[in-house]
């Protein structure tokens, strides 16, 4: 049992990385085939969570047993991410007692995060705060918020799934904002005890937590040095951004008006609309982003994307942008289309800027 873990662990680890993984996996699917402390398939198999084998034997019916096993890790690197050391997860109120501008004390009015603790290491890691996507209206918080936190665990990043306040729970600007603030601010503060590096605090969001994502990283400030509140004396911005399919421009024609709407009102005056249209809050403080949208994309058209990615590269913002053909609004991980590639392509472009760290053969 531990050789099978070990082995499956050690498979994940070089699909992850993305760097010389051609060379790196051979030996490790040699050894799959024939170590003999693998003889029996079972081992590997009951390292794999249940609800993962249906995903991991789709399409392998002409291999044997272990070859179906080494062909899904492989292939498979969502389920791959899932495997090894069971992930712990907690979930925290942002604000214990009472989030500013609660209309009462229902589930709806405390806005939490649901920490998924990367697997224990000797340095510390980053953490990125995840905002699904829903219009300001629902939070999409499976494919856009959970999944993406066992992803950001394969990579060893803390993931923080954020359940912000928004219209569907009776609240518009700026409480979203506030909790999106909130979240980073809580977790630098308790960055000792999670074991992350309070220096690489990034935050990603789909759709209109795209939106939010990039809200938060052209809305930020420093910390209030003398709050009583130990968290609030944590600055907010954070150090990276990840924006999938983002909403960012509000009262453009390519705008997504029922975000704006829900947001904002249906009566927003003109100086609020400019103030939460990200592109035009871009300043050379703001954090280095990485996005993908795709061109089929109808409900949140790649504008919003270009428009972002062009006033980075105009403050000199580090920054890459990711454009596919195909795919609907709303594909999470992208599974079965072009765009699956982004999760690694988003991992290379993590290591380059240095928030992950390239691991020592």
């Known amino acids: 049992m531990d050789a099978a873990k070990s082995w499956v662990s050690?498979?994940?680890?070089?699909?992850?990385?993305?760097?010389?993984?051609?060379?790196?996996?051979?030996?490790?699917i040699k050894q799959g085939l024939t170590d003999e402390r693998l003889p029996s398939t079972q081992a590997i198999v009951s390292c794999i969570p249940a609800e993962t084998l249906d995903l991991l034997w789709?399409?392998?019916?002409?291999?044997d047993m272990k070859r179906q096993v080494i062909a899904a890790c492989m292939a498979l690197p969502l389920a791959?991410?899932?495997?090894?050391?069971?992930?712990?997860?907690?979930?925290?109120?942002?604000?214990?007692?009472?989030?500013?501008?609660?209309?009462?004390?229902?589930?709806?009015?405390?806005?939490?995060?649901?920490?998924?603790?990367?697997?224990?290491?000797?340095?510390?890691?980053?953490a990125i705060i995840i905002c699904p996507?829903?219009?300001?209206?629902?939070?999409?918080?499976?494919?856009?918020?959970?999944?993406?936190?066992?992803?950001?665990?394969?990579?060893?990043?803390?993931?923080?799934?954020?359940?912000y306040r928004h219209r569907g729970k009776g609240y518009g600007h700026p409480a979203p904002l506030q909790d999106a603030q909130?979240?980073?601010?809580?977790?630098?503060?308790?960055?000792?005890?999670?074991?992350?590096?309070?220096?690489?605090?990034?935050?990603?969001?789909?759709?209109?937590?795209?939106?939010?994502?990039?809200?938060a990283s052209v809305h930020f400030d420093g910390g209030q040095s003398d709050a009583v509140d130990p968290v609030e004396r944590q600055p907010c911005r954070p150090d990276f951004?990840?924006?999938?399919?983002?909403?960012?421009?509000?009262?453009?024609?390519?705008?997504?008006?029922?975000?704006?709407?829900?947001?904002?009102?249906?009566?927003?005056?003109?100086?609020?609309?400019?103030?939460?249209?990200?592109e035009r809050q871009v300043t050379k403080n703001t954090p280095p982003a990485f996005l993908f949208h795709t061109t089929a994309d109808k409900a949140v058209p790649v504008q919003?994307?270009?428009?972002?990615?062009?006033?980075?590269?105009?403050q000199?913002?580090?920054?890459?942008?990711?454009?596919f053909e195909e795919g609907r609004h709303g594909i999470g991980l992208a599974k079965g289309h072009a765009a699956a590639q982004w999760p690694e392509l988003c991992q290379r472009w993590l290591l380059a800027r240095g928030v992950l760290a390239v691991k020592q053969e």
């Not at 630098?188 to 690489?200: H, L, T």
């Not at 997504?256 to 609020?272: C, D, F, P, T, V």
């Open 10 to 28: 050690e498979v994940s680890t070089v699909r992850w990385r993305g760097l010389g993984a051609a060379e790196s996996i051979a030996p490790l």
């Open 58 to 63: 789709a399409g392998m019916n002409g291999l």
């Open 80 to 126: 791959i991410g899932s495997l090894g050391a069971a992930q712990t997860s907690e979930t925290l109120l942002l604000w214990p007692e009472g989030a500013p501008g609660a209309l009462g004390t229902a589930d709806k009015d405390r806005p939490s995060m649901t920490v998924y603790h990367a697997p224990p290491a000797e340095d510390v890691r980053p």
């Open 133 to 163: 996507g829903g219009g300001y209206g629902h939070l999409a918080l499976d494919h856009e918020g959970h999944e993406i936190a066992r992803w950001a665990n394969s990579l060893g990043i803390t993931g923080i799934v954020l359940e």
């Open 182 to 215: 909130r979240a980073i601010r809580s977790t630098r503060a308790r960055a000792k005890e999670w074991g992350i590096d309070p220096g690489r605090v990034g935050i990603l969001g789909f759709s209109a937590g795209g939106h939010l994502a990039s809200s």
């Open 241 to 278: 951004s990840v924006l999938c399919y983002p909403v960012i421009a509000f009262g453009q024609p390519f705008t997504h008006m029922g975000s704006q709407i829900n947001l904002l009102g249906k009566e927003a005056e003109s100086a609020l609309v400019l103030e939460l249209s990200s």
């Open 304 to 314: 919003n994307s270009l428009v972002y990615y062009l006033a980075l590269v105009e």
């Open 316 to 323: 000199q913002v580090p920054c890459e942008l990711h454009v």
